[in-house]
């Protein structure tokens, strides 16, 4: 009997674990860097270490891997989690801007980076609350 692997998630393609920490973090960094990024760096605390972990879990299990986020805080509700923040175009904008410049870096697979690019360009329109 013959067994049918079962089909790659985003999570597998891109690297598993340590990929998606380092496309995180290249994030993140970039956030720091780049000064049109100023705006969405100001909805951050002053260290990004907690906010690059719980991107992390959440996209660990966005992207088909393991459910980290839900398993520690339940369903993301992430429209409610970002109501305390003010939100516009300009803020998803330049959040886009970093991961944008994040998976060109970090996902040399192009077709895969272009799907992700579309799904986080729909996540962040979604977060708009202003």
């Known amino acids: 009997m013959n ?14 674990e340590t990929a998606v ?6 994030f993140y960094e970039l956030m720091d860097e780049l000064p ?7 909805l951050h605390p002053e260290s990004l270490a907690g906010s690059e972990n719980m991107l992390f879990e959440y996209l660990s299990g966005w992207l088909g891997g393991p459910n980290l986020y839900i398993a520690k805080k339940g369903h993301p509700r992430l429209r409610m989690r970002h109501a305390p923040y003010t939100i516009g175009h300009k803020e998803r904008d330049e959040w886009m801007l970093c991961m944008t410049q994040a998976l060109h870096e970090q996902v040399p697979n192009g077709a895969l980076r ?3 690019l579309q799904q986080f360009g729909e996540l962040a329109s979604h977060m708009i609350n202003s």
Do not use: C, K, M
């Open 21 to 26: 920490r380092e496309l995180v973090h290249r």
């Open 36 to 42: 049109e990024a100023h705006a969405v760096r100001q």
């Open 114 to 116: 272009n799907t992700l």
């Open 3 to 16: 067994s049918i692997p079962p089909p790659q998630t985003p999570y597998d393609l891109i690297g598993g």
